[in-house]
């Protein structure tokens, strides 16, 4: 089945990067945007960004131009989202999450998450 | 930016009962909207895709009416495992930007 599944739960300090992966199964890799989306404890779904697997374009929301870095490895069928200069405010569960279509307004599936722990 | 503002904030019923939230956008997204559902602990799961698209597996008393910029998620009859928080989502196709609504918490009354 179509499936994202991430990497564990990190702890870091602030001022430090975290890079979380996210490794596709189930479809051909390249086919769909990967897309970033953070929710800290308690509130809402936040969008960092998208790629594209197959040409590596990428686009960030706003709020995190200049901090946040998405990568891919398409041999391991594998996104990569690289968030730097941490800080507490950044502690979230980040979710990769797939475009249900090439031009679908939606996300499906859903990896399972990654906690971020931003503390000293 | 394009915002998504989700109403009411907090929706109590009971089981059986119908539920009707509704997202309203800044301007136009034209059919451009998807719905999800998340569970405490849980990834959002997508129920609604392209306003009115029911996703794989979502049951038929879920579902997604509207255009341009008011949306409405309907669940024809509660149940148990319906209770959760609900979020619309928007996309914008320039610059390419996704925006969530800050969610509606459906509550057993």
């Known amino acids: 089945q179509v499936q994202l599944v991430q990497s564990g739960a990190e702890v870091k300090k602030p001022g430090a990067s975290v890079k979380v992966s996210c490794k596709a199964s189930g479809y051909i890799f390249t086919t769909y945007d990967i897309n970033w989306v953070r929710q800290a404890t308690g509130q809402g779904l936040e969008w960092m960004g998208w790629?594209?697997?197959?040409?590596?374009?990428?686009?960030?929301g706003q709020k995190f131009q200049g901090r946040v870095t998405f990568t891919r490895n398409t041999s391991i069928s594998t996104a990569y989202m690289e968030l730097s200069s941490l800080r507490s405010e950044d502690t979230a569960v980040y979710y990769c999450?797939?475009?249900?279509?090439?031009f679908g307004v939606g996300f499906d599936p859903w990896g399972q998450g990654t906690l971020v722990t931003v503390s000293s | 930016e394009i915002v998504l503002t989700q109403s009411p904030a907090t929706l109590s019923l009971s089981p059986g009962e119908r539920a009707t939230l509704s997202c309203r956008a800044s301007q136009s997204v034209s059919s451009s909207l998807a719905w999800y559902q998340q569970k405490a602990g849980q990834a959002p799961r997508l129920l609604i895709y392209?306003?009115?698209t029911r996703a794989t597996g979502i049951p038929a008393r879920f579902s997604g009416s509207g255009s341009g910029t008011d949306f409405t998620l309907t669940i024809s009859s509660l149940e148990p495992e319906d209770f959760a928080v609900y979020y619309c989502q928007q996309r914008s196709n320039w610059p390419p930007t996704w925006t969530f609504g800050q969610g509606t918490k459906v509550e057993i009354k």
């Open positions: 999450a797939r475009r249900i279509t090439i």
């Open positions: 790629m594209n697997p197959n040409s590596g374009n990428t686009g960030y």
């Open positions: 392209d306003a009115s």
